[in-house]
């Protein structure tokens, strides 16, 4: 398969591209920058620069099409403000839906937060966040054109996998290492059953696919 990874550079996204070019797959991630490239092809994967809070959706879908699934796991990042946590967390996400639309791709699973709420209320930058996360997830739960899936990490450490969780609409809070994070979206991506979830994510003692399995229809 060919999967596009948005933010590929991210520590969850590089994680998500050595398990898909370990088992075959194309894994191109987009990038900001052409310093980030190296380490995506360290990681099996393909790089493409792109900037995503500037680029148009044309440019985008040309990236996309052909796909046959893609990820949004963008984010502002650590120090970003206010702004940044709007057109990043919140408009690279609107605009990779677009593109997907357009490019014809329908499986999207976008890497949320716990939490993610556009109503959320506050006025620090977490809380930006947060409406952010919570206003693109509403974006994208209107899209018919999309066989999306959104997954609500806990908190992300990164401790080695443990490849148990809990994973459900509602499961608490709690931590989650990256490595069970990246490594339920490739099950995620390979069960189409469970497009039009909204999963939250965090360790537990559940086999991984066993998790993603007893969420799909005819699989579990």
Known sequence: MRIVIAGGHGRIALRLERLLAARGDRAVGIIRTE????DLRAAGAEPVVLDLESAPVRSVAAVLRGADAVVFAA?????????????????????FANAAERAEVRR??????????????????????????????DDLRFRSGLDWTILRPGA??????????????VTG??????DDVAAALVRLIDTPATAGLVLELIGGTVPLASAVDALAPGTG
């Open 156 to 169: 992300l450490t990164d401790e080695p996998g443990t490849g148990r969780v809990s994973l459900g609409p």
């Open 75 to 95: 984010g502002a990042g650590a120090g970003s403000g206010h702004a940044r946590k709007d057109t990043v967390d919140r408009g690279a996400a609107v605009l």
């Open 35 to 38: 310093e980030q490239a190296d």
């Open 173 to 178: 809070r709690g931590p989650v290492p990256r």
């Open 108 to 137: 999207y699973l976008a890497v949320s937060a716990m939490g993610a709420d556009a109503e959320h209320p506050g006025d620090e930058v977490f809380d930006a966040y947060l409406r952010a996360k919570g206003a693109a997830d």
